[in-house]
């Protein structure tokens, strides 16, 4: 996610990072998950930016990945297949609403824990497609979209070959 040239006003997106961070902090206490930082290329053309993985401890429940962007933004993956852009653009026309796209965040994020997202590969004569829903409160979406062969055979090794209803997250006991 690079700068737009036609967006004069970015800072305004600054509160998604701090969004992010709150978000990932009450997740980590809240469900017994393993909570991974590094640095990584989103892109060939992309610098460094930090990615903070949470991988739910039960392996039938779907991880969650944000990258926090130089823009500032966040790149935000749902289990293997959703992502979505935040803001999608930027631009001054556009005028995406930081507090909006903050509640997106945790609309989606909410479905994924609560085990709405789905996803499977699909074989074409032109290829293989991956399918994803994700279906949570105030929530119905779909997306599809080519993958490479690479990418396609990793899946079906993976076991996305049959369709894949990710499980909800398991809670953390609470102490005491």
């Known amino acids: 996610m690079r700068a737009d040239r036609h967006a004069t006003d970015t800072a305004r997106f600054a509160m998604l990072h701090d969004a992010a961070d709150t978000l990932l902090d009450e997740l980590a206490e809240r469900y017994m998950v393993d ?6 290329l989103l892109g060939p053309d992309e610098a460094l930016v930090r990615m903070v993985r949470l991988m739910p401890r039960t392996p039938a429940a779907g991880p969650l990945a944000i990258a926090f962007t130089d823009f500032p933004g966040l790149a935000v993956r749902l289990g293997r297949w959703w992502a979505e852009a935040l803001p999608a653009c930027g631009c001054d026309d556009c005028a995406e609403d930081p507090a909006e796209l903050v509640e997106t965040l945790r609309v989606q994020t909410s479905a994924l824990i609560e085990g709405g997202l789905w996803e499977r590969v699909r074989r074409g004569v032109g290829g293989s497609w991956f399918e994803t829903r994700l279906i949570g409160v105030g929530l119905r979406a779909r997306r599809e979209g ?10 079906r090794r993976s076991g996305f070959a049959a369709a894949v ?10 102490a005491g």
Not at 146 to 155: F, I
Not at 165 to 174: D, F, G, I, N
């Open 35 to 40: 909570r991974r930082e590094t640095k990584e």
């Open 146 to 155: 080519p993958l490479t062969p690479r990418d396609a055979r990793e899946a």
């Open 165 to 174: 209803q990710w499980a909800p997250w398991p809670r953390s006991r609470p």
